[in-house]
């Protein structure tokens, strides 16, 4: 009998919850199949002012949530913005809060060909860079895959670690498949691990309270899911649809578009390894693939 598998679709999360004495989290009020219950965003910090770690999507009913959490942490205001990476669902909430909060500071990793739509300025954060505040410390990794400019950061003062949406806390996350980068996700899943962090914020789903078992699983997933499309092409040659349709048999219909992103993604590192080939279209989503 094949067990269901985890998935965030239709789970629900407190709208504000302290998740340590120095991490409060502020539901951003756009639930979808890509985001769960909506995205995580953190106020991070001791002080009056804090940290606002991903604002979300700019959704109208987040400004309320995030207001309730900086008076349920004690806090007065903000002391700047500090961006995961440029997905909408992280960077599209930046003009709500400069509208509501007045001129922050917004820091992020360069993603120049993304970066250049919005017209509010952006400082540049690089592997390394440290972004201080009253009771935390955060260490910028640059952790690219699931996009171009992913930072994970590590709070220097818990060991523990910001994954943005490179671990969620159910189940995997999806990596682009124009955007993404399969091998560069992998061996940014290891420098994750290699950071031994003792928990894990994820920008959508639960606190992950062992962070390097978590970590551990999703590189034993991606694996696993290599050779689940290996075998998937054994009876002969199938376009992304079809390796969905026997890969993610178990998983909601609803999910399927955006597995097939993923699996995309598994293709093409697969193409680069030698160990599978394309023919007809060009396009990752429309070619034919096969085993040599």
Request: glycine letters at 10%; hydrophobic letters at 40%.
């Amino acid at each position: 009998m094949t067990s269901t598998p985890a998935v965030m679709l239709g789970m629900e999360l407190p709208d504000v919850a302290a998740w340590s004495e120095r991490v409060t989290v502020a539901l951003g009020q756009n639930p979808s199949v890509f985001t769960g219950p909506g995205t995580n965003t953190y106020l991070v910090g001791t002080g009056s002012h804090r940290i606002l770690l991903d604002p979300g999507q700019g959704v109208t009913s987040y400004l309320p949530i995030l207001e309730r959490a900086l008076a349920e942490c004690g806090a007065e205001g903000l002391q700047e913005i500090v961006l995961t990476h440029g997905h909408p669902d992280h960077i599209g909430g930046v003009a709500q809060i400069l509208e509501r909060f007045g001129p922050l500071s917004v820091k992020k990793f360069p993603w120049p060909e993304n970066d250049a739509e919005f017209d509010f300025p952006i400082t540049s954060l690089a592997d390394g860079d440290v972004v201080q505040t009253e009771g935390a410390t955060l260490r910028g990794v640059l952790t690219p895959g699931h996009a171009p400019d992913h930072l994970c950061f590590v709070l220097e003062e818990e060991g523990a670690l910001f994954s943005g949406d490179n671990v969620l806390g159910v189940g995997t996350t999806v990596i682009p498949s124009r955007s993404g980068d399969l091998g560069a996700y992998m061996d940014s899943l290891e420098c994750m691990l290699a950071l031994g962090p003792t928990h894990i914020y994820p920008a959508h789903g639960p606190l992950i309270e062992d962070g390097p078992a978590k970590l551990r699983e999703y590189l034993d997933h991606r694996r696993q899911r290599d050779e689940q499309i290996l075998a998937a092409l054994a009876d002969g040659p199938l376009q992304v649809a079809g390796i969905v349709k026997v890969v993610y048999a178990a998983y909601p219909e609803s999910l399927h578009a955006a597995a097939g992103q993923s699996v995309a993604s598994h293709l093409r590192k697969l193409e680069r390894e030698a160990r599978v080939v394309r023919s007809g279209e060009p396009d990752l989503l429309v070619a034919a693939w096969s085993l040599p």
